[in-house]
């Protein structure tokens, strides 16, 4: 750490949800200064720029954390050596390629006595944690996911979400799925699943799950990456005391139909707000259950052929 209790950060991938999200979120914060950045392409101003991972854990060792912000394919490694390194590691979603990483790289930061955040950032909007909190003392009866975008939109060129291992229309999904297993209690369960392959491409471009609640509620979810117009992010929970909606990828909250939570975008803010916290108090944040059920998606699920995909 810094003199002023601020702690020297290093950022590895410097890509477009690193100039986004994590860099400004930084810049705000109270915690953090970004001392190193590690890019093979990117740089950034003010911090010392490495090209090479290795050659950073050979000549800072005096860094004690790091944001890992590469896609999830080469993560693995990174983080493997960060933590046999010592170093407080933050990871960007989804936080590995497969569970026997994920599992695995938990069970290396507690054997290394070093924090491993999973972060899922949608867990941090605005409407989540007051959803959880009115759910907390209801009996949910249904639950409904509608999450379609462009990916032409949001992904632009991005070639690795359609290779193996890119998750695809799940790269999206998956913060569905982490807001549902933040607000609804117990582990869920996937039923059946219906995956649309275009036929040049890896990984899906739709899918449909049928899941079910720890309590037997039913869970249907829709993700689609051919949305035009409007984008559409919305969890909606029926109880018998009333309907809850998460709207805006959690932004907003509804009860009834009425507003109840909005306000600007902080979920970057808050995650490194916890960052700090869990490094302060030597704990790790490591849940793994919305890729679990990506994966169950993709075990159970039925493989549809649909027309080509063009950036």
């Not at 991938?13 to 100039?19: N, Q």
């Not at 950045?37 to 000549?59: H, M, P, Q, V």
């Not at 649309?196 to 509620?217: H, Y």
Request: with cysteine; glycine share 8%.
């Amino acid at each position: 750490m810094t003199t002023s209790s601020r702690i020297a950060l290093a950022l590895a991938g410097v890509g477009k949800i690193a100039r986004d999200q994590h860099i400004p979120s930084c810049a705000d914060s109270a915690d953090f200064d970004i001392t190193v950045a590690i890019s093979r392409n990117g740089k950034i101003d003010g911090a010392e720029n490495f090209t090479s991972y290795d050659e950073f854990l050979e000549k800072r060792p005096d860094i004690r954390a790091i944001s890992l912000c590469t896609p999830p394919d080469v993560r693995f490694a990174m983080a493997k050596k960060a933590l046999a390194s010592g170093l407080d590691v933050l990871m960007e979603k989804p936080p590995a390629a497969t569970i026997g990483e994920a599992q695995a790289l938990r069970e290396l930061a507690e054997q290394a006595g070093v924090v491993l955040f999973a972060t899922w950032h949608s867990r941090f909007a605005n409407g989540v944690e007051p959803a959880r909190q009115w759910l907390s003392d209801k009996t949910i009866r249904n639950v409904e996911i509608t999450w379609k975008e462009d990916v032409r939109r949001w992904h632009p060129g991005q070639a690795w979400i359609w290779e193996a291992g890119g998750f695809g229309v799940f790269d999206p999904g998956i913060n569905a799925l982490s807001i549902l297993t933040a607000i609804i209690p117990g582990q869920t369960i996937v039923e059946k699943a219906s995956l649309a392959f275009p036929e040049n491409r890896q990984q899906p471009i739709a899918a449909s799950l049928s899941m079910r609640s720890a309590a037997g509620a039913p869970i249907n979810a829709e993700f689609d990456w051919r949305q035009e117009g409007p984008q559409t992010w919305d969890i909606v929970v029926e109880t018998e005391s009333g309907t809850l909606r998460l709207a805006k990828g959690g932004a907003e909250l509804y009860i009834d139909g009425t507003l109840q939570v909005e306000g600007p975008d902080r979920e970057y803010a808050r995650i490194y707000s916890r960052f700090a916290d869990l490094i302060r108090s030597r704990r790790s944040d490591a849940d793994f259950q919305p890729l679990r059920l990506v994966a169950d998606a993709f075990l159970t699920g039925e493989r549809h052929t649909v027309e080509a995909f063009i950036d």
